[in-house]
């Protein structure tokens, strides 16, 4: 006879955070989100390996976490899972640029040829949104510079579209320019004595190593939380599947990836336990989580095959119809709950704690709060960091309004079939994500803080200054439909106003 489970599950849109005292040190100032990533021996006395300074990671997906959107979160404190839905070179190279990537020294991603035309330089910026364009000899970002043109040099109305770059380009000789080697602190400096809004840095035969802008030479003080490893790199993760992870994983490792994630749709399954035992047996001090999972049971069998951290959820995401095309699933909510329950077991059985990640669900701001306080070590998101202008996908205009494409790893698009791969035919019989658009939010940073911010205020109304006392002290309730809307503005007509921090 099939089990039932007694209760129904629920979402995180269904619970409410009851306050609890707040002392004067509860002030948001005080507040650290540091969070473990993977599993350590927490009896012993044994520290994380690799810890994150904010609770939060990008999902393994094409229309999210490419290289840049990596190095963005990186500074945020937070970590990216570059799509592994890709070939083997792309990804590691991906990698790779995210660990040779220097804070401030840019890797010029808006370049073209001096022959090119004006419409064609018009179509590369409208592409980028980047203004500053270096002209290289062969139009690649690491070619042998000839100079650089900006939207001050020419007047696209009192210019012909088919005239060339050259013509109107500031030419090498009257750049001002800096040697590779030099530290951020010189390239700065010559900045400001010179007046100039990037510095061209060059190598001994003149190709261009990287753009040094005027705007970021702050960038390290905005950036406080930054995660770096122990050279002083970003960090990054990198998506695996079940099928290839053999020639995958060393490549991925080779380019400095520091952490890996097996990537499916339902992870209690042979093919994670036998990906698990061969990476860990090949590479033993290789990273790797596993998932997804919504129970305990679920959750034991990832433990004892290794996993490094657990992720949760099946059908949550907004793109997500694993739910309506399956049947299978179950509500994040109570998904959370009972898996940190069956973590909190293991860690007291074993010593053994092992990170579990909440993946889905997440609709508001105050839902990463409740993933937290019901057990979530971190969160993994999708549709919140694909509308930012890090993420790799086109900005629209639809209905007059800016969005952004977002699609998911099952939907036919992607045509990531490894995800929901169950050993039989490589391909997709049918499909599990939608090919939707998220409305454009702006940059990462800017929202990142303000997620931040409502996170810190909201554990401080909690009593607590720290993921681990969140989750000790947290009260929460389940609501009813009316408390839900009675929650929002109601019985008034709202004025377009906006509260924003200075």
């Not at 969160?379 to 007059?400: C, H, Q, W």
Request: glycine fraction near 8%; charged fraction near 25%; include cysteine.
């Amino acid at each position: 006879m099939a089990y039932y489970f007694e209760e129904p599950s629920h979402t995180f849109g269904e619970y409410l955070l009851v306050p609890g005292y707040s002392s004067a040190e509860c002030i948001p100032s005080n507040v650290t989100l540091n969070t473990p990533v993977v599993r350590y021996n927490k009896k012993a006395g044994e520290k994380c390996p690799l810890t994150m300074n904010i609770p939060m990671v990008s999902a393994v997906m094409q229309s999210v976490s490419n290289d840049k959107l990596a190095i963005a979160l990186a500074k945020e404190g937070g970590i990216s899972f570059i799509f592994g839905s890709q070939t083997i070179e792309n990804q590691a190279a991906m990698i790779a640029r995210v660990k040779q990537y220097k804070a401030g020294f840019v890797t010029s991603d808006s370049n073209i040829k001096p022959d090119a035309t004006l419409a064609e330089l018009e179509a590369l910026v409208e592409a980028t949104g980047h203004s500053t364009v270096a002209v290289t000899e062969d139009g690649t970002a690491n070619g042998k510079l000839m100079g650089i043109i900006t939207d001050r040099d020419y007047r696209s109305n009192k210019t012909q579209s088919d005239e060339k770059v050259s013509k109107y380009m500031t030419p090498l000789a009257k750049l001002i320019k800096a040697d590779s080697g030099i530290s951020l602190e010189e390239a700065n400096d010559i900045i400001w004595e010179h007046k100039i809004n990037q510095l061209p840095i060059l190598d001994k035969d003149g190709k261009l190593q990287y753009l040094v802008f005027r705007k970021d030479a702050a960038s390290h003080e905005e950036h406080p939380n930054e995660l770096l490893d122990s050279q002083k790199r970003y960090i990054v993760g990198a998506g695996i599947n079940t099928r290839d992870y053999m020639e995958r994983v060393p490549a991925l490792l080779d380019a400095g990836v520091d952490v890996l994630c097996l990537d499916s749709s339902e992870g209690f399954s042979e093919w994670q336990r036998r990906a698990l035992h061969d990476i860990h047996e090949k590479w033993p001090n290789a990273k790797v989580g596993a998932g997804n999972v919504v129970d305990a049971e679920g959750f034991n069998f990832l433990a004892d095959a290794g996993a490094d951290f657990i992720k949760i959820g099946i059908g949550g995401g907004s793109i997500c119809i694993t739910r309506e095309q399956k049947g299978i699933g179950r509500g994040q909510a109570t998904a959370t709950i009972e898996v940190a329950k069956a973590r909190d077991a293991y860690y007291e059985k074993t010593g053994i704690y092992i990170p579990i990640c909440s993946d889905g669900g997440i609709v508001h701001d105050y839902h990463i709060t409740l993933a937290l306080a019901m057990g979530s070590d971190f969160v993994m998101l999708g549709r919140y960091f694909a509308r930012f202008d890090e993420s790799p996908t086109n900005k629209l205009i639809v209905n007059g309004n800016y969005v952004k494409e977002y699609w998911g790893e099952g939907s036919n698009r992607a045509r990531n079939w490894q995800r929901y791969d169950l050993g039989g035919a490589k391909k997709m019989a049918f499909e599990e994500g939608v090919d939707s658009y998220v409305p454009y939010a702006g940059s990462l940073h800017d929202n990142v803080s303000m997620t931040i911010s409502k996170i810190s205020h909201t554990m401080c109304n909690c009593g607590a200054l720290s993921i681990p006392e969140l989750q000790d002290k947290a009260k929460i309730t389940l609501v009813s439909p009316a408390s839900i809307s009675e929650g929002s503005a109601h019985d008034v007509i709202v004025r377009n106003t906006s509260i924003r921090a200075e």
